[in-house]
């Protein structure tokens, strides 16, 4: 899990990139906004307020190194634009999500449902299962 710009530095160093002031912004936002699924251009623009140098595709590349060294995790929720999260589960299933089809608004589910499904899958097919992505579509409390 990476919590804080001191262990990204030693996970970046470990594969042999340096933590750069722009990478090192662009994780503080993630920290910073955790639970929020910003997009690229929503980090962009609260890094841009501390970087003003700093330019969308620097943001582009840093978030998709971030998401190949599994710092962060690189989320759809089918509206077109891709989001990012903290990845605080290491090697754990990622949560759940439950999106509003109305307001747009992302909650996420921290209890592993399929858990059993699982389960079954593996003993009926003998199929290792690593991960799950699981979204649900719906009306929040708000909107209903």
Sequence with gaps: MIDSVDKLRDVLKEKGYKLTP???AILNTIINHQGQHLSSE???DFVKKDCPE????TVYRTLQLLDDLEI???ISFDDGCARYELNVHGDDHQHHHVICTKCGDVLEVEVDLLEHLEEEIEK?????IRDHKVKFFGLCSKCR
Excluded: D, H, M, T
């Design 72 to 74: 962060i995790s690189k």
């Design 54 to 57: 700093i330019g969308l595709a």
């Design 42 to 44: 929503e980090v962009y």
């Design 124 to 128: 009926n097919y003998g199929f290792e």
């Design 22 to 24: 722009q990478r090192r």
